[in-house]
């Protein structure tokens, strides 16, 4: 049935109740390709707590877009089938901790009407808070319901993406992606067949599952940080970006980086297939 606007801006869940331990962040690590060089001590400190010399486990900023998994203002009758992630935005307002019990509230920000035939943006946020009832994160969702256009509502009204330098890139990194990354990266929340399925892939349009976009965006962030952020996370007071393409696991993704100042730009590429999958990206680092 079609979204129902302009009601469905009136859900909203509180102060739900979720926790992590130093599992669910390494999991997560490893599910965004960490450790894959078992020699690589910078990475090793996101998917190891076993040192020789005790050293505190860092928590991958993007950890974010899986802590309070499941979290979200209400049910929004969709086709499952045709929905993919279009753009994160998470703002870090403390490091994310190791271990934690918190709350989300969770409500819908926005709906957009792209046309019968071209789908429609819901536009969600959630703010998780520690047990003092302190800001960890804010994140704002985006996804494209590629088949739940049609329903009436704005057209816009999403805000401007932000604009990537048009100079030479100051500097790029290769991340190559697993063959199984899907298979990993969906144990930290997102068991959405479309990554995992291939006849359920193929329903959806696709030649075989693709990877998930919130890993895509992990991996963008795995960019940052071995580059301008010093695989500090702490560092890290805002990411966001939009997805512009599938990746397919096993395919190599470049990102390019431009720096000004506290402000890191950056893109994704596929060089298999000649395709631009991140764009508008933006780290901001304090």
């Not at 704005?154 to 990194?173: L, M």
């Not at 193929?202 to 940052?224: K, S």
Request: aromatic share 8%.
């Amino acid at each position: 049935m079609p979204i129902n606007y302009p009601a469905v801006l009136n859900l909203k869940t509180n102060s739900a109740p979720y926790s992590w331990s130093d599992r669910e962040v390494m999991l997560y690590a490893l599910g965004i390709g960490m450790g894959s060089d078992p020699l690589n001590e910078k990475e090793l400190q996101f998917v190891n707590e076993a040192f020789a010399t005790p050293k505190p486990l860092k928590v991958i900023p993007t950890f974010a877009s899986v802590c309070v998994w499941g979290a979200r203002p209400g049910i929004i009758d969709l086709n499952r089938v045709m929905i993919v992630d279009a753009e994160r935005d998470i703002t870090f307002h403390k490091p994310i901790p190791v271990m934690a019990s918190v709350t989300a509230d969770a409500r819908v920000r926005g709906v957009y009407d792209k046309g019968k035939e071209k789908g429609a943006i819901i536009q969600n946020e959630i703010v998780v808070r520690d047990g003092t009832g302190e800001k960890i994160v804010t994140i704002v969702s985006s996804t494209f319901a590629r088949g739940d256009g049609g329903f009436g509502g704005p057209s816009k009204g999403e805000g401007e993406p932000h604009r990537v330098p048009r100079r030479a890139p100051d500097g790029s990194i290769d991340i190559p992606i697993r063959p199984d990354q899907s298979l990993i990266y969906r144990l930290s929340g997102d068991r959405n067949p479309l990554h995992s399925d291939p006849e359920f892939a193929r329903r959806g349009g696709f030649p075989r599952p693709i990877l998930h976009g919130m890993c895509t965006y992990g991996l963008t962030c795995r960019a940052v940080l071995a580059t301008y952020a010093g695989y500090d996370p702490s560092a890290f007071r805002r990411h966001r970006a939009r997805f512009s393409a599938p990746v397919f696991p096993g395919e190599t993704i470049t990102i390019n980086l431009w720096k000004d100042g506290d402000s890191i730009s950056f893109e994704g590429h596929v060089r298999e297939r000649q395709v631009t999958v991140v764009k508008n990206g933006q780290t901001v680092l304090g």
